[in-house]
Nanobody
Framework: VQLQASGGGLVQPGGSLRLSCAVS????????AGWFRQTPGKQRELVAT???????NYADSVKGRFTISRDNAKSTVYLQMNSLKPEDAAVYYC?????????????WGQGTEVTVSS
């Protein structure tokens, strides 16, 4: 299973970015997916998740600004980030949890960096 995250970059406060995570090697439509972020010296934190039936969960800090979505036909999960704040700057990681032989396994992408600065 491989996850390829993209879409990070430098954006001014108040700006927008769209992250993408392309998944290969799994039955993506059956996977739960999510985005996490991490800054130096801090633990990785949940940003948003979307499960295989479309149930969505957001961290309080991003509610109303970020939107997670998935396209099962493209095996891709997206994170639309609007009204970005300096505190949103982090390395963003996508993750899927996939059922393999009656167990669930987590797979992570390589991370894409988001910088929010004027």
């Amino acid at each position: 299973v491989q996850l390829q995250a993209s879409g990070g970059g430098l954006v001014q406060p108040g700006g927008s970015l769209r992250l993408s995570c392309a998944v290969s090697g799994s039955t993506f439509s059956s996977d739960d997916a999510g985005w996490f972020r991490q800054t130096p010296g801090k633990q990785r934190e949940l940003v948003a998740t979307i499960n295989s039936v479309g149930r969505i969960n957001y961290a309080d800090s991003v509610k109303g600004r970020f939107t997670i979505s998935r396209d099962n036909a493209k095996s891709t999960v997206y994170l639309q980030m609007n009204s970005l704040k300096p505190e949103d700057a982090a390395v963003y990681y996508c993750r899927i949890t996939s059922a393999i032989s009656s167990s669930r396994y987590a797979f992570w992408g390589q991370g894409t960096e988001v910088t929010v600065s004027s």
